[in-house]
Structures are given as C-alpha cells and as structure tokens.
C-alpha cells in the first residue's frame, strides 16, 4: 500500500494548491490512501468544516490538526460530524471530535492518531509518550497506525519513533512547516521528524513576509495575516508491506512552484 500525507496546509493558498493538484499527484504516484494535515488551512490558522468537506471532496481520507485545532470557534460545535477528522489527544478541550480515526483501504484497517509534543508546546496537556502507550494499551484493531505527532522539538519527535517503532507503522512529525531531510524506516517505522507545509513559498513559514518583517525588526504591532502567491506542497510517501503492514520505504515530497 502506497500512503500519501502532506503536511501542515496554511491559507487560501495553501488549501486551493492541495484540492487543485491532489488527484495528479495521487495519480503519478499510485497512492492508496491521503492524510493531510490541515490545522492552519482557515486564513492560516484553525480549520472550518468547510474546509474540511472540501479537502474530503478533493480526495482526502483523514485530515489531521495540531495545537491551533480549535482557534475557529465553529469547528469545537462541528467536531463530531467531521467523522474522517482527528484532534490532538492530549489538547483542551478533551472532549469532542476524535483523536484516532480509523478507516478501511484494500481490506485494511488503518487507524491515524494525533498528539501533540509538549516540549515548548505548552498547550499540551499530557506527555505523548504516556497518552501513546494508554492507546496501545487498549490494542488499537487496525493493521495499520499512523501518528501525526505535531511537535516543536526535533529531538522529542525523534525519541518518540524510537521509542513506539515496533508497535507503529508511522510516525509523521509536523507543525514546524520546515520539511527536514531525515526520513527513514526504524524497525518497520516511517518516520521523518517534520514533513513540511502545504503553503506559500515566499513568506516565513506561510506568513506574510513584510508584516513579519515590520513585527521584528521595526517592532509594529501586526496579526501575523497569511502570505500570499503561489505555494509548495510538501509531503511524504509510505510503502508498506501487504503481508506484515509494516512500513518499507518513505519518500519525501516536495513540489515547488514554477
């Protein structure tokens, strides 16, 4: 099975250049299943259901969030009609919406879990690795688990692959919207410490470059609104083995605009 997950999709920009380029991009590759992270996608930050019926319309099987999941206040009330969704497991409110969801491909059950690090995240509720293992503790039926861990720190993201590759199939690292050069398989484990963002290319990490600019160096007082031209789509692509569904490459994606 061929997984495509892209990660942290920022804005206008970002959002129309994953719907407009999804199906190509599932086609040249032979993708069977798409994640995508998609917790800065409403004006760059938060999620609106109707983003995420788009993204589902568009061929997205499971959209992922991160620690900016409940910055549009409309989304808390949409939460559980937005059953192809997750939200970080260990991120206030508790309640609402799913942290796993799982989902059937190729006679596959594949579950996808999303948590927050909580190193320099202090939105965190809960240590990862705790919430983790209270999951795999009530045996999780899926064949195939994919963790979107939404983390700061490169060595956290790191240690917890590490730590849980025998019990995983994948371990996604986003929010740092810096795709990094460090994908590998740990013990039948994808892992790449972050994937990247689906956003706009000239700006500082999907925000506006001059605003950011006139906020740290001049010092004015700005809101930090999202950059805007063309976009980069970053992402990763998972094999995995149809007999054991343990992971056996990952391949970093990266589509610049012209």
Not at 66 to 91: Q, W, Y
Request: hydrophobic share 40%; with cysteine; proline share 3%.
């Amino acid at each position: 099975m061929r997984i495509l997950f892209l990660g942290d999709v920022v804005a206008k920009s970002g959002r129309e250049a994953v719907i407009h380029n999804i199906y190509s991009i599932q086609q040249a590759n032979k993708i069977d299943f798409t994640i995508v992270n998609a917790e800065n996608s409403a004006h760059g930050k938060g999620i609106t259901e109707k983003i995420y019926m788009k993204l589902i319309e568009s061929g997205v099987d499971i959209v992922t969030l991160g620690n900016h999941a409940f910055s549009k206040k409309e989304i808390v009330e949409a939460l559980d009609r937005c059953e192809f969704m997750t939200r970080p497991a260990n991120l206030n409110p508790l309640s609402g919406g799913s942290s796993m969801v799982i989902r059937e491909c190729m006679g596959k059950r594949i579950a996808v879990i999303n948590l927050l690090g909580c190193v320099f995240m202090p939105m965190s509720t809960d240590d990862p690795l705790k919430v983790m293992n209270e999951m795999l503790e009530h045996e999780i039926d899926a064949d195939i688990i994919i963790v979107d861990l939404h983390g700061e720190a490169t060595s956290e993201k790191i240690l917890f692959a590490e730590y849980f590759a025998k019990s995983l199939t994948a371990v996604i690292g986003t929010h740092t919207h810096v795709q990094t050069a460090d994908e590998r398989i740990i013990d039948g484990c994808a892992f790449i410490t972050d994937v990247g963002m689906c956003g706009p290319w000239r700006s500082v990490l999907g925000r506006d470059l001059d605003e950011v600019i006139a906020n740290y160096v001049e010092g004015e007082p700005t809101h930090y609104a999202p950059a805007t031209g063309p976009s980069v789509i970053c992402g990763c692509i998972i094999e995995t083995d149809d007999q054991t569904n343990r992971a056996v490459n990952i391949k970093r994606l990266q589509i610049r605009p012209d």
